[in-house]
């Protein structure tokens, strides 16, 4: 079914099979996987035979991480299957334009921010730690780390609020037959200063800030490497370089991933998209196919950070494996001499 509006043809949502399949089937997926792939998380980093092995102030960002995209899942998890599918009853489309306005819209860019401005905590904290490594560990106490995993909880619930005031219903209309309509306050040019401001503080400062600091990490990384191999070091000296290299290389695979999957949305937002390629071009079919992938790649990142865990953190698999009916038959070999307890270092 085709719409003309503005001398622009608008096509009906989910037109294509592509789109069906993206948006059913893989989103759909995609978000089941990272919400049990978060609990899975969160389920191993209370377990002792993990927290011992990782600093407290980590332990506490990357808990508020699991958190945030877990609970970012689930609330994407239904919009792919209620995209593509026509509501069986007037009682169902008001459920679910309900849900979505009421509580997609706010609380899904609430924890869009949330996991955006951790993950970029994250990232700048491990550039500092590698840069300033002497007494930097007194910086980042995890009682200073839970006030700011907090502070961006609520600071993320806060700078959202005009979500909450970005449509209505009309009343005029029976309520099982109620359409959302644009409040007065989301067609003034207040909103529209909030939704640029959003983007900058959400997308594209963080998005920049988290290249710079990954470019500084990975060129530290590799001088610290190359000191090391040519410096002779004690047995506890090896063992704390390889572990710090192991959680530098699982905390940068997590901000490279978060930049390579967000890098797509915001040149897809209509107002950018429009200003390159034209008032009509936001109703083609390519621009609805570049927002199924966008949408799809940029779930990955709230669902994938259990995969970098599980390739750079031997603590996480060891502890994963215990949860395993095949635990008897994973066996990780360290052929590193044991070291003594003075010896041991807490990445």
């Known amino acids: 079914m ?9 096509k009906e949502k989910c037109s294509t099979t592509a789109e069906f399949i993206g948006y059913v089937y893989i989103l759909t997926t995609v978000c089941a996987l990272g919400v049990l792939f978060n609990i899975t998380n969160l389920t191993i980093f209370v377990q002792k035979s993990f927290s011992e092995k990782i600093s407290a102030a980590t332990r506490i960002y990357i808990t508020g991480l699991s958190i945030a995209d877990g609970l970012y899942c689930f609330v994407l998890m239904p919009m792919g299957i209620m995209r593509c599918n026509e509501p069986s009853n007037p009682e169902e489309n008001l459920f679910w334009t309900i849900y979505e306005v009421v509580i997609f819209l706010p609380s899904a860019n609430t924890l869009v921010a949330t996991s955006i401005w951790i ?44 979500y909450y005031f970005y449509y209505d219903f ?48 990975i060129r530290a990384t590799w001088v610290s490497l190359r000191k090391s191999s040519t410096m002779q070091t004690t047995l506890s000296m090896s063992r704390r370089a390889k572990a710090q290299t192991r959680m530098t290389g699982m905390l940068l695979s997590i901000s490279t991933l978060f930049v390579v999957c967000n890098v797509l949305e915001p040149l897809l937002l209509p107002d950018v998209y429009t200003t390159i390629f034209g008032k009509c071009s936001q109703y083609d079919d390519q621009y609805n196919i570049l927002l199924m992938i966008a949408n799809i790649v940029e779930s990955v990142s709230f669902a994938s950070n259990f995969v970098c865990y599980c390739i750079f953190n031997r603590s996480f698999r060891m502890t994963l494996g215990k949860f395993l009916p095949c635990e008897s038959n994973i066996i990780e070999v360290d052929t590193q001499p044991v070291a003594t307890v003075k010896e041991t270092f807490r990445t």
């Open 170 to 217: 009309d009343k005029s209309l029976k309520y099982s037959s109620m359409d959302p309509i644009y409040t007065e306050f989301a067609l003034t040019i207040y909103f529209e200063i909030f939704s640029w401001t959003r983007l900058a503080l959400v997308k594209y400062i963080p998005i920049t800030i988290v290249v710079i600091a990954n470019g500084i990490l």
């Open 2 to 10: 085709y719409i003309t509006m503005a001398n622009c043809t608008i």
């Open 119 to 162: 993950t970029l905590v994250i990232s700048v904290e491990r550039c500092i730690f590698i840069r300033l490594f002497s007494g930097v560990r007194e910086v980042f106490l995890p009682k200073r780390a839970k006030l700011i995993v907090s502070s961006i909880f609520l600071a993320a619930v806060i700078f959202n609020l005009p």
